[in-house]
C-alpha cells in the first residue's frame, strides 16, 4: 500500500449497516480510512470521480424485504449510458463499465427503535403524546412492518407518522435534532442500529423489532475497475460468483431462456435471477428490462469463459460482468 491508508466509502455517517459491512469486509487490514458519503448515489459517484478513493461498500438485497431498488437502479443506469454512449451499433455487445463488484458482505440486522430522549416508562410513555415521528432509511419499513402496526393498534390515541432519511444512523441523528425544537406533545423517534444509538447517546426503547428474526442485508464491495484482478480474495474453497447483467431482444419468444440456456449448456448453476425496467426515450416502446443473474464458477476448474462470453454474447442484445468474487461463508451460516 506504500504506507498509504486505504480509502473506503460507505453510505454515512458512522454507525449505518454499510459501516458495518465496511468494517467487516477490511477487518484484517490494518491502515483503513472510512469514508462516510451523504447518499447511496455519491457511493456510486464518488468512487468513479475520485481516484483516492479504494473502495465503496454499498447495500443489494435484504433478506426480509428484498431489492435495495436503489442499488439496482445505479448499476442498471451505469450499463444503459454504457449502452447508450457505446460507438459500436452492434447488437450482442458486451459492456465493460468503470466500477466491478471483488467481494460481498451480510450483515445482520437488528433495528432498534430508539428516542432522543429518557423516556422513563419505556414503550409506555408514547400514550403520553399526540404524536410519535418514526424516521429511518426507506428500506427498512419493509423490515418492520408488523412491529408498527401493532405500536399503532397498542396507542390507538397516537397518531404515527413516517419519515425517510438517508441512513439509518441519519434518522437518529434527525430524531435528535428535530427533539430539540419540539412541541411537548410530539416525540421524534428512529429506527436503527444499536451502534447508532449508542453514538448519538440516545435510548434503545425495544431492541430487535425486525418482523423476521435472521434479518439479513447483503452487501458488494466495488472498485474502480483494473485490468488485472489483483489477487486479493487469497484461497477460498467456496464457490466463486458471477454478478451479470444483460438485456434480451425483447421481440423474440423465448428469448430470456435462450440465455438462461447459455448457463445450463455450460453446466453453470445460476444462484439468482432479478430484473429492473428501463426506459431510453427512444426507439419504439418505453418499457423494457435489464436482467441481473448470478452463477457460480470453480476457481479451481478449467476455464471455458471465453467460449461462454462468446454464446451468452450471441443471445443477449447487449451484457455486462460485473465481477467475479468469492461467496461469503455467511452466505451459508448464521
Ligand atoms: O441505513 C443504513 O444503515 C444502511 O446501511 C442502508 C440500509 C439499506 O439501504 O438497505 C442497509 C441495511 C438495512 O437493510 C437498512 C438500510
Redesign the pocket.
Known sequence: MNGKNLKVI??GPK???????ALQQFQSIPNVDYLPTAS?PQCFDELERNASIDYSV??L??S??GQ?V??YDLLRDRMIQKVLSSTTSAENSRITPDIEVIAEQY?S?T?CLISPIELSNGIESFGKFQEVKIY?????WG?VDSYLKSLAEKFPQVTFSRSD???????VNQCMQSQIDNQDNILHVAI??ET?ARLYKAQVIEHSINDKLG?T?R?LVLRRRRDTRLNEVGDTKLPQVNLLTFTTRQDDPGSLVDVLNVLKTHSLNMCSINSRPFNLSDGDRNWRYLFFIEYYTDKNAPNHNEQFYKDIGGKCKHWCLWGTFPRSEMYYYK
Open positions: 460507505f453510505l454507525g449505518t449497516y454499510s459501516h458495518q459491512a447511496i454499498v447495500p438485497e435484504n426480509t424485504n435495495v436503489f442499488s450483515v440486522i433495528h429511518s432509511h426507506p428500506q427498512v423490515q432519511c438517508s441512513s439509518t444512523s441519519e434518522s436503527g442500529s447508532a434479518n442485508t452487501f
